[in-house]
């Protein structure tokens, strides 16, 4: 078994659709982001990248590649997918906490956790996501951006027992 984590926080602006685990949610702000800057994945693919001991979101789609303008943080996860695939690692768990004032994200953690669990093809009760606030200190406090934290377990398909 190996333990990944990963952290990201981006920016809140306006003019910016607000994308977290793969699920719009309606907001008057979104994120800043070369891509979609759906901060969740972005620490949930450094949380996979790390546990594999193979780089960071930035050294596999830097924000200077044309290529990642816009593009969905889901398909992102999924070359990182393909690349633990092809290292013989299967997603075991995931744990996650996204940290922001607003808005209330109760109703639309569970798509986020299918979003996960159908990209990763996980079992049930595998993918954990918590929602909470910095109790207005700094700059999340301020509502200036979202941060997330993500701890990943990938089993190793290879050599189950070592
Ligand atoms: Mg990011």
């Given amino acids: 078994m190996r333990v990944g984590f990963g952290y990201d926080s981006h920016r809140l602006v306006e003019g910016r659709a607000l994308v977290l685990g793969g ?4 907001f008057e702000k979104g994120l800043l982001g070369h891509s979609d800057a759906d901060v969740l994945l972005h620490s949930l ?7 594999m001991a193979a780089g960071d979101l930035g050294t596999h789609f830097p924000d200077t590649d044309a290529q ?19 290292r013989g690692f299967t997603l075991n768990n995931v744990d996650c906490s996204i940290v922001l004032e607003e808005p209330r994200l109760k109703n639309h953690i569970p798509l986020m956790v299918r979003n996960i ?27 200036e951006g979202i941060a997330a934290y993500c ?4 089993a190793d398909k290879e050599a189950p027992n070592e």
Avoid: H, Q, Y
């Fill in 23 to 26: 699920v719009v949610i309606p």
């Fill in 117 to 143: 669990e159908r990209l990763f093809s996980m079992k049930p009760a595998r993918v954990s996501i918590k929602a909470k606030t910095n109790e207005k200190m700094g700059f999340v406090g301020r509502a």
């Fill in 45 to 51: 693919g450094d949380a996979i990248l790390g546990a």
């Fill in 68 to 86: 990642w303008k816009g593009a969905s943080s889901m398909d992102l996860l999924e070359r990182i997918r393909e690349m633990m695939t092809a």
């Fill in 151 to 154: 701890a990943v377990t990938l």
